[in-house]
């Protein structure tokens, strides 16, 4: 069973949009894309720095449109994985993958995702941090000490802690024994109490969007479930702003199904990573550029070792 994973905020880096713009009929799904969700792609990905890629208004459309445009070229020829997650916001090009949104209505609704989050997150100064290593129960008391969340459930030894800057702060400073901890390029404390306001904003929209039930198998966040109904999919996909990413239940689900390959889509590398902690053995392929195409279409197609 291969699967399609796709990545969450913090994956965007200047300039990756590059090489997928000489893609044949990139350029026009880009325009539309931009169009949809209310931001210059195209300029975004190619032109734009590191710190405005960074705001969590273009971040988010950014890389669900990257994602939907390597997916595109993967099932050109028509050929699909047998299922398929996202990460945080790659959740929503997980939907769109599995046929639960239309391609439009995925990057509707991550512009306005986009922009409620930003809203949300300019509230108050808060932002995130990944820990790596150390004892998880350490980790979340010490978490608890500062009154921070635990936003991220990554897996492979990664808990993403998110809550005010100066927590975050503390933390770096003294962190948990055996850990490190690294400041995430993300505007807010995303998948916290934070932000409460954006869930509101986006169910509102996601309530006159059509949705249909899955064509291909299709994991949750929330719990590391799979997900059978359309409409439930998307109704946790917006709840999921304001509660914890459980990606460490995902991977554990995928090995439960017997997944025998993943192939992360662009902007790709931080899943591929994960996976190959938390689920050795299993092939894994980044989609960087289209130069990776062919190590993903072989993978799909069963030919890769």
């Known amino acids: 069973m291969i699967i399609a994973v796709f990545p969450g905020q913090g994956a965007q880096t200047p300039g990756f949009l ?12 880009l325009a539309a894309y931009s169009d949809q969700a209310q931001v210059d792609l195209i300029a975004a990905g190619t032109e734009w720095d590191a710190d405005r890629i960074r705001d969590t208004q273009v971040a988010q459309p950014l890389i669900v449109a990257a994602s939907l445009l390597s997916y595109a070229a993967l099932t050109a020829d028509g050929a699909r994985p ?15 993958a599995a046929g639960v949104l239309t391609e439009a209505d995925a990057l509707r609704l991550v512009g306005i995702r986009g922009r409620a989050m930003a809203e949300a997150a300019a509230a108050a100064q ?3 941090s990944a820990v790596i290593g150390g004892d998880p129960s350490a980790v979340l008391a010490r978490l608890g000490e500062l009154e921070l969340t635990p936003a991220n459930h990554n897996g492979a030894g990664q808990i993403v802690a998110a809550g005010p800057l100066g ?13 490190r901890v690294i400041p995430l390029q993300v505007a807010g404390a995303f998948h916290t109490g934070y932000m409460a306001p954006a869930v509101d904003t986006l169910r509102a929209a996601a309530a006159a969007v059509e949705a249909s039930d899955p064509t291909l198998t299709l994991w949750t966040n929330s719990d590391g479930s799979v997900v059978h109904s359309g409409r439930a999919a998307v109704d946790l996909m917006v709840a999921q702003i304001a509660s914890p990413v459980r990606w460490d239940l995902c991977m554990a689900s995928f090995a439960e199904h017997g997944v025998t390959g993943i192939i992360e889509l662009s902007p790709a590398g931080t899943l591929t990573g994960l996976a190959k902690r938390a689920l050795r053995g299993v092939p894994a392929v980044a989609v960087k550029t289209p130069d990776d195409l062919a190590a993903a279409t072989a993978l799909l197609s069963g030919e890769a070792a």
């Open 18 to 29: 590059h090489p997928w713009l000489d893609l044949d009929g990139a350029r026009e799904r």
């Open 82 to 96: 047998a299922g398929t997650a996202g990460h945080s916001v790659g959740e929503l090009a997980a939907l769109a």
């Open 126 to 128: 808060t932002g995130m």
């Open 167 to 179: 927590a975050l702060a503390e933390l770096a400073a003294t962190p948990p024994r055996g850990t």
